[in-house]
C-alpha cells in the first residue's frame, strides 16, 4: 500500500487530453493513493501548467506528474518542459501508445523523465502501481520540500535594498518583500531588535537576521555555496553567464573537475533578459532567468561546482598550474581556466544619475521592479535587443514606454522582429536622436532633463523610473598584466594575438595559441568579454563548449 505523504495537501497530478482516459487515470490513482495524496486531473496541457501555478502559489508540494504524449496545442514532452520550471523535484512520468515509444526514450533527454507508461496500463497492480510506488518513494527521500521565503524589510527608493532584491531574484532564492513604513514590515523589525535606521534587514528562512548584509554574508546565508571544496581542478570557469555555464556544463559532463566562479548571479546580462525569443529551440520564447536556472541545473547534474559572491581579483602562472586569486586573499587553482566574465552595462553620465541609481534609475532589465511600474510612465535609453526586450515586457502593465535612441532608428542595432514589435505596441514609442541630459529628484527619480542630438533643444519631463541599456564595458580591469587585452578592454584570443603571424613576445610554446587561447597557455576566453565576439546568447554558449573541446586539446599536450 501507499505510505502517507508527509503533508495532507501533497498532490499527484495526470494529464491527457482524452476524458475518458483522464477519468480512468484519475479513478485508478484514487484508488490506490487518494488516502495519502490529493489526486489533480486536467484535460489540457495549458490547464495543467494553470492548476501547478496556483498548487506553487498556495505553497502545496507536487509528488508526480503523469502526462500523455499525444495531446494538441502542447504535447506531453512540452507540458513536462515548462512543468520542470514549476516543480522542479516532482518525478515525471509520459504515458505513451506503444508507437510512441521512441518519442519517450528522446523525452529522457529533454525533461530527464523518470518513467514512460505504455496504455493500456491494465492490469494497474501489475503496471501502474509499483512503477508509481518506487517513484513516490524517490520523491520522499529526496530534498523535495519548498524552501521557505526569506523576508526582506526595506524603504521602496533604497538602492541597496534594490540590490538585495534583485539579487535574492537572480539567484533564484524565494523571497518576500515587505516595506519598513507598513505593519509587517515594523512587526519583524521589532522581532529581530533593530530600529530600522540600518536598512534592509534580511530574516532568512531559518530566522537569522542580516542588517545592511554585503553580498557574501547575504550569499552565504541564504544557502547559496561560496566556498570551492577543493584546491585544485582540471578547469576553473570565471563568469556565470551563458559562455561561463555552457563551459560548465561541457566541461563536467565531460569528466573535468570543474568549478564555475560568479561574482553575483549566474546568467549575466542574459539572464535578466524578460524574453529570449530567437535562442534555438524555444520558439515561443524563453525568459533570461528560466534559461539560466535550466543550465546552472544542468551543471550541477554532471557536478560542476558553482560559488557565488566571489570576486576574482587576479590570475597568476605557477608552472603548470593557473592559480585565481579572490577578493578576500584565497585562491584556487587548476589546469586551465576559462575566462567568461562577460560584460556590464555602461554607466549613463547624465548629472544626477549616479545619486538614483537604485531610486528609479537602474542598469539592466531590474525585472524585481516591473511590478510598481505598473500605470506608469517608463523611460528606457538604448537601442538593442536587450533594451527591446525589456520594453515590450514592461509594456504589459506600464501606462507607456519611452525608448530613447542616440541613433536615427533602431534597425542598425536590434533585431527585426522585436522592432516589429515595438512598432505594434500602442503603448510603446521611439524617440530616436534623444538622449537624457540630466536627471532629478529628491530621495527617488522625479524628472528627467531630455536632449534632441540633432536641434540641442532640451525638455523636461515627468519620470520615476529609467532603465538604461547602454553599451558593453567588458569586466576585464582584473587582468591588467596578465592577459592582452585591445584598447577597450576585450581579451584578445587566438588569430587575434599573431596578426603579423608570430606569436605574442612571452609565447613559450612551438605552437601558435589556440583560436580561443589567450597569450598565457591553457586559458582561453569565451562569449562577450573576448575581442569582436558575437555579442549574442547563441554564440555565447557555443563558445563555451568550443573553449572545453580547446581545453582538452591544450591537456593532452601538456
Excluded at 131 to 139: E, G, Q
Excluded at 462 to 483: H, R
Aim: with cysteine; aromatic share 6%; charged share 20%.
Amino acid at each position: 500500500m501507499a505510505q502517507a505523504a508527509d503533508s495532507a495537501r501533497t498532490v499527484i497530478l495526470t494529464v491527457d487530453d482524452d476524458p475518458g482516459v483522464s477519468r480512468a487515470v484519475a479513478r485508478d490513482l484514487r484508488r490506490r493513493y487518494g488516502a495519502s495524496y490529493r489526486i489533480v486531473r486536467a484535460e489540457s496541457g495549458e490547464s495543467a501548467l494553470e492548476a501547478l501555478r496556483e498548487l506553487k502559489l498556495r505553497g502545496d508540494l507536487v509528488a508526480v506528474i503523469l502526462a500523455d504524449y499525444r495531446m494538441p496545442q502542447m504535447n506531453g514532452i512540452e507540458f513536462l518542459e515548462q512543468a520542470l520550471d514549476v516543480y522542479p523535484g516532482a518525478r515525471r512520468v509520459l504515458l505513451t501508445a506503444y508507437a510512441d515509444t521512441s518519442a519517450a526514450i528522446d523525452a529522457i533527454n529533454v525533461v530527464d523523465l523518470d518513467h514512460y507508461l505504455l496504455k493500456p496500463w491494465d492490469p494497474p497492480e501489475e503496471k501502474l502501481y509499483p512503477v508509481l510506488d518506487d517513484l513516490l518513494d524517490a520523491w520522499r527521500a529526496s530534498d523535495y520540500r519548498p524552501v521557505p521565503a526569506t523576508k526582506v524589510v526595506g524603504h521602496r527608493w533604497s538602492a541597496r535594498s534594490s540590490q538585495v532584491r534583485e539579487f535574492l531574484a537572480r539567484n533564484q532564492v524565494p523571497y518576500r518583500w515587505y516595506s519598513a513604513d507598513e505593519p509587517e514590515g515594523q512587526r519583524l523589525l521589532a522581532a529581530a531588535g533593530v530600529d530600522g535606521r540600518r536598512l534592509p534587514l534580511v530574516v532568512t528562512a531559518e530566522g537569522t537576521p542580516l542588517v545592511e548584509p554585503d553580498v557574501p554574508e547575504l550569499a552565504s546565508q541564504v544557502g547559496l555555496a561560496t566556498t570551492p571544496t577543493a584546491e585544485f581542478y582540471d578547469l576553473v570557469v570565471i563568469g556565470g553567464g551563458p559562455a561561463g555555464l555552457g563551459a560548465a556544463v561541457y566541461g563536467a559532463s565531460e569528466g573535468l573537475r570543474t568549478v564555475l566562479v560568479e561574482r553575483s548571479a549566474t546568467g549575466g546580462q542574459a539572464g535578466q533578459s524578460s524574453r529570449i525569443e530567437n535562442y534555438l529551440g524555444f520558439p515561443d520564447g524563453v525568459s533570461g532567468g528560466q534559461l539560466t536556472e535550466r543550465a546552472r541545473r544542468q551543471a550541477a547534474k554532471f557536478g560542476a561546482e558553482i560559488l557565488t559572491a566571489r570576486e576574482v581579483t587576479g590570475l597568476e602562472v605557477n608552472g603548470s598550474a593557473r592559480v585565481v586569486r579572490f577578493s578576500d586573499g584565497s585562491a584556487v587553482a587548476a589546469h586551465s581556466v576559462i575566462l567568461a566574465t562577460g560584460v556590464s552595462y555602461r554607466q549613463l553620465a547624465a548629472p544626477g544619475c549616479d545619486d538614483l541609481t537604485g531610486c528609479g534609475v537602474f542598469y539592466g532589465s531590474a525585472l524585481t521592479e516591473a511590478a510598481s511600474c505598473q500605470g506608469h510612465d517608463v523611460y528606457i535609453v538604448g537601442g538593442a535587443n536587450s533594451a527591446g526586450q525589456a520594453a515590450m515586457y514592461l509594456s504589459r502593465g506600464a501606462k507607456s514606454v519611452t525608448l530613447l535612441v542616440r541613433g536615427e532608428s533602431l534597425a542598425a542595432s536590434m533585431s527585426h522582429y522585436l522592432i516589429q514589435q515595438i512598432e505594434e505596441a500602442p503603448n510603446i514609442s521611439v524617440r530616436a536622436g534623444t538622449v537624457v541630459e540630466s536627471a532629478h529628484g529628491e530621495g527617488h527619480l522625479e524628472q528627467l532633463t531630455l536632449r534632441d542630438v540633432a536641434t540641442g533643444q532640451s525638455e523636461l519631463v515627468d519620470a520615476q523610473w529609467l532603465f538604461v541599456f547602454i553599451g558593453a564595458a567588458p569586466l576585464t580591469g582584473w587582468l591588467d598584466g596578465a592577459v592582452l587585452r585591445d584598447e577597450r578592454g576585450f581579451i584578445l584570443a587566438g588569430p587575434d594575438l599573431t596578426p603579423d603571424g608570430r606569436p605574442p613576445a612571452d609565447w613559450e610554446l612551438d605552437r601558435p595559441p589556440y583560436h580561443l587561447e589567450t597569450n598565457i597557455p591553457g586559458v582561453f576566453v569565451a562569449g562577450d568579454a573576448r575581442a569582436e565576439s558575437a555579442k549574442r546568447v547563441a554564440s555565447a554558449v557555443g563558445e563555451g563548449a568550443m573553449a572545453v573541446m580547446l581545453v582538452h586539446r591544450y591537456l593532452e599536450q601538456s
